[in-house]
């Protein structure tokens, strides 16, 4: 079994209002991968985002590791 992992970029602002899903095209060998996977693209991401962009939005990140079957 593999796994792949879907990340969502959030706003806290009003509620949740999150952006469609990203699923990352590469399959992870085991959960422990795929959660190191998506904490280590969501550090990115906010990176990418910036601090205030982040702070004045209230950015969340949510992401899923989704089993797969593979032959």
Known sequence: MKFILMIWVCSFLDGK???PP???PKYQNSWYECHRLAQKESLTLMSKMG???VND???GIK???KSVETI
């Open 22 to 24: 990203v699923e990352y």
């Open 57 to 59: 939005n209230k950015i």
């Open 63 to 65: 992401y899923y590791c």
């Open 51 to 53: 601090y205030k962009y």
């Open 17 to 19: 209002a999150c952006l």
